[in-house]
């Protein structure tokens, strides 16, 4: 559809009428081209010149169709390549299939499956050993064998012996021809058959069978052989003999050309062939009527004739004269494609031209249009210009006050970290000072044990913050100097050894130097091996491995220290970030600051080395670092000062390194007596195991506790034992806890339970997020004690009332406030189940039991036993609780408050509502509403 602009003056009409009526002598004369076919041929016999005369004829027919593709396979003689043919003709979507098979039995199966997947078959000149075919298109082949014995029978000659040369073994037009051969000559008591051999359809075959009984041959012979080329590999082997000029060849096939059958008869080589037509064009003629939908014949015999020295002048001369036409037809064709590629470019040609005028005209009233817009356009862009050029220095001014501003955060992010140090030094040292008092309270000692790993801790974050920072700023300036490698490497690894054995951690360090000098800065390669040794401790569980190899490169040109582990390994999309600054990995919950190894390969890379990893998930990590030997490819400014300071690590480094390592001491759980059971149970999901340590310490003495370290494991223990409570982190491994918040208040089990959210990111977006989720509270971090233990017992209460609301007829003793665990989880999953299908008035007891899982005998006695209720009164009460609170607080009809309790008769709740609170829901809502 062209969509037409509106027309504003009489110009502007006449060219929109030329341009449709030029569209239309566009479209005028346009001749539906004819359907196009993709035909596929197989042929499978080794006589090239049956096969080219067979494919002549099909490319003879074919020239009538131009546009369809015929595709040609050629087996030469082997029909297990035949089959694997045809399968890939198949695949390349052919519309019909013209066979020319040469064994009958292997070809059959696959002429059958071809049929019955709906694809058109065509047998050419031999059959199959089936009817499962579309067409057959060939000579009678057992007529031909008895025309060839009657002939035969006419010329014989008392005393003559008879050879038959058959085709091949199994072929029918082979066993048809010998039938009807035979059939011919039995006419005649006399005529007997000296020998029979098989030539395969071959003359190489035929002379080397008829070689092996030359014994048994005489010049009075007269031989038969089911083809020419056979009959003439006879006729040669007779010439070996010297009895050509006496003996008789009879061929068949009476093809054209040298060597052909009527040649051979021309040149008195044989007495006589019988003509067996290829069927190529009447093949191609049945295809295109099969395809075409018209009317065909499935059984199509090709007539036969004898040619011999009485008419072989004349079909000679036929056939040259039949040649000399395809000639003809063949150039007349090759110019009727000169005119038609000629046609068509001269009609390309004509619509370029149409197109060209019709743009024109178009372009020209366009050009109209714009000339008169001409003058406001360009008022417009003048005034958008000058509007651009103030903004382009307006964008230049931000620019460079962005830049300024940048300078000054990193700056005041230098300083700051920079100040970091002096408060955390004034922490670190009345604490220790604090700390080595031997009065202190065992739990005063670990709280303040607490405060001091985690002091450590900021510090380090602050020194890694300060180093990349000093690398950015290209002020991390190296102070090399010669080293011995290994005992360097040998040092650091004794600040470890008390973590390995505490761990039970196989650690050693091996090389087969006993020393190794190396220029390097030792304050840097130190922070370097301190890293990977502390994530190698960290991720290696108890009982493993860990090694430390010195040695060279295979080039000797770099000094490498491999540190290997047989901790948890890595996946490797985590492999992939390993490197980047700040990333951390999902698959455990030891977790850092996502600096060392960023800030390490940094180290590393000033030293212009690298460091490589390898890791596979669970079976270990393995680090390499590469240092060049010699000092050539430092800078003069590299190299430390005679005066510079030692660069030993000190004992205050080798703590901040090691804070991480260190087990945390847990300080005992408050339990209270046994008789008196804490009534509430509340799950915290923490993946820090300090956090998680200080929150069961300071909750353990009021409720039950239970913790798991992963989203995973976390989301799994809330389904099992149903808490009353849950607190969770939001950056978990696993599941983060946005996730389990969605999870949990999606599933029926756990949807009623209160949630509180905690995070160190406090970002108004995650917030959202999170009460989208159905988070009952979220908390930020660092948080007030007293403020999650308030949050936690409003929580817990606001949930205490709703259920005492709907439940609130229920006796005492039959709430679950005091049950065993178990009961508790049952009672949760029994209350939610009928509360969440108060509105289904189809809601059954058998719907419980399915989902709790349990029959309906069990379900009625548990019932019974834990609220002392039947389990329809339960679910009336429930239902009436809940009428109750709506006739209070909605402003619905009734009729509407009865469908939202699981009655489509408003009649039927009033009657039960009345004998349930002796009142009809009408004067109970205008008795609230006084």
């Known amino acids: ?53 067979t494919l002549d004829g099909v490319n003879r027919e074919f020239t009538f169709h131009p546009g369809s593709e015929l595709l040609y396979k050629n087996a030469d003689d082997n029909s297990t390549l035949q089959i694997r043919q045809i399968r890939e003709l198949i695949r390349e979507g052919i519309d019909i299939l013209l066979v020319s098979p040469n064994e009958a039995e292997p070809l059959t199966a696959i002429v059958e499956e071809v049929y019955n997947k709906g694809i058109p078959v065509v047998v050419i000149d031999r059959r199959i050993l089936s009817d499962q075919y579309t067409a057959f298109v060939g000579a009678n082949n057992y007529e031909i064998g008895n025309m060839a014995g009657n002939y035969l029978s006419n010329i014989y000659k008392p005393h003559s012996n008879i050879i038959e040369i058959i085709g091949l073994k199994g072929s029918t037009s082979s066993v048809e021809r010998k039938k009807g051969f035979e059939a011919a000559i039995q006419s005649n008591p006399e005529i007997k058959i000296k020998a029979s051999i098989y030539g395969n359809w071959l003359k190489e075959k035929a002379s080397e069978e008829l070689w092996k009984i030359r014994d048994l041959l005489s010049p009075d012979d007269i031989i038969f052989a089911q083809n020419d080329p056979m009959a003439l590999g006879a006729y040669e082997v007779y010439k070996k003999l010297g009895f050509e000029k006496q003996a008789t060849f009879i061929g068949v096939d009476g093809l054209a050309g040298p060597n052909g059958g009527i040649d051979l008869v021309a040149d008195k080589k044989l007495k006589a062939t019988l003509l067996n037509p290829t069927g190529g064009e009447e093949a191609v003629q049945i295809a295109f009527k099969i395809l075409n939908k018209e009317t065909f014949s499935k059984e199509n015999t090709l007539s036969t004739v004898v040619i011999d020295s009485t008419n072989v002048r004349i079909m000679k001369l036929q056939t040259e004269k039949i040649n000399a036409q395809q000639r ?43 000339l008169r817009n001409n003058r406001r356009i360009n008022k417009r862009l003048s005034a958008q210009n000058q509007e651009i050029l103030t903004q382009r220095n307006q964008l230049i001014e931000m620019t460079a ?95 470890f050894e008390v973590i390995a054995r505490k761990k039970s951690t196989g650690f050693f360090v091996d090389s087969r130097y006993k020393q190794l000098h190396v220029w390097f800065d030792v304050n840097m390669l130190d922070k370097v091996l301190f890293n990977l040794l502390s994530n190698a401790f960290k991720f ?80 270990g990590a393995c680090f390499e670092v590469y240092l060049p030997l ?91 034992i149903v808490p009353d409570l849950i607190i969770s982190d ?10 389990i918040t969605e999870m949990i208040k999606q599933d029926i089990r756990t949807s009623h339970i209160p949630l509180i959210l905690l995070t160190a990111k406090n970002s108004i977006e995650e917030q959202i997020q999170g009460i989208r989720m159905q988070a009952d509270a979220f908390i930020v971090k660092p948080f007030n004690m007293e403020y999650l233990c308030e949050t936690i017992r409003n929580l817990l209460k606001s949930r205490l009332q709703l259920r005492e609301h709907y439940s609130s007829e229920l006796p005492y003793e039959a709430r679950p406030g005091h049950s065993k665990k178990i009961d508790r989880k049952f009672i949760n999953e029994f209350t939610a189940i009928v509360e969440s299908n108060l509105s289904n008035e189809g809601f059954s007891i058998d719907e419980i039991c399915r989902e709790i899982g349990i029959s309906r005998v069990q379900l009625y006695r548990k019932v019974k036993a834990l609220l002392g209720y039947n389990i329809n009164d339960y679910i009336l009460t429930a239902r009436m609780q809940k009428a109750k609170f709506l006739l209070s607080n909605e402003s619905i009809s009734i009729f509407e408050v009865a469908c939202k309790v699981g009655f489509s008769s408003q009649a039927y709740f009033s009657t039960v509502f009345r004998s349930k609170f002796s009142m009809t829901p009408s004067e109970y809502r205008e008795g609230k509403r006084c």
């Open 401 to 495: 006050y962005a830049k300024q501003a940048t300078d000054a955060k990193f700056n005041f992010f230098t300083n700051i970290s920079h100040e970091f140090r002096t408060p955390l030094t004034l922490i670190l040292g009345p604490l220790e000072e604090v700390l080595s008092t031997e009065k202190l309270s065992y739990t005063i000692k670990n709280s303040l044990h607490l405060v001091h790993k985690n002091t450590l801790r900021l510090l380090r974050l602050v020194n890694q913050l300060m180093d990349f920072r000093k690398i950015e700023e290209r002020k991390m300036k190296l102070q090399v100097s010669e080293n011995d490698l290994i005992a360097f490497v040998r040092e650091i690894a004794d600040s």
């Open 730 to 739: 939001i950056i978990l491994p696993g599941k983060n806890g946005l996730h």
């Open 328 to 370: 003809d037809i063949g150039n007349q064709q090759d110019v009727l494609l000169k005119q038609q590629r000629i046609q068509e470019s001269q009609a390309v040609i004509i619509y370029i031209f149409i197109g060209a005028l019709i743009l024109v005209l178009i372009l020209g009233g366009i050009a109209v249009v714009a």
């Open 540 to 619: 290696t569980p108890d009982d493993g491995l860990i090694s430390i190899t010195i040695g060279k490169s295979a080039e000797e040109t770099m000094a490498v220290i491999r540190v290997e582990d047989s901790g948890i390994g890595m996946t490797h999309e985590e492999i992939k970030h390993a490197f980047d600054i700040f990333y951390q990995g999902n698959s455990s919950s030891s977790k850092g600051t996502g600096l060392g190894l960023s800030l390490s390969e940094e180290l590393v890379k000033l030293h212009h080395g690298k460091i490589t990893l390898k890791s596979e998930k669970w079976k």
């Open 1 to 53: 559809m062209i969509s037409l602009p509106v027309v504003k003056s009489k110009s502007a009409v006449y060219i929109v009428i030329a341009f449709l009526l030029m569209a239309g002598a566009c479209n005028t004369n346009v001749e539906i081209p004819p359907k196009k076919y993709k035909i596929g041929f197989s042929q499978c016999t080794g006589d090239i010149k049956w096969r080219n005369a």
């Open 630 to 720: 010699g000092k050539d490819h430092f800078d003069a400014c590299d190299f430390k000062q005679p005066d510079a300071s030692s660069g030993n690590t000190s004992y205050e480094d080798i703590k901040i390194f090691m804070q991480e390592l260190e087990q945390p001491s847990h300080q005992p759980e408050y339990y209270p007596d046994n008789n008196n059971p804490r009534e509430h149970s509340v799950l915290i999901i923490e993946d820090d195991l300090d956090m998680r340590s200080f929150l069961k310490n300071r909750l353990g003495r009021h409720y039950e506790l239970h913790e798991a370290d992963n989203g995973i494991s976390g989301l799994a223990l809330a389904r099992e």
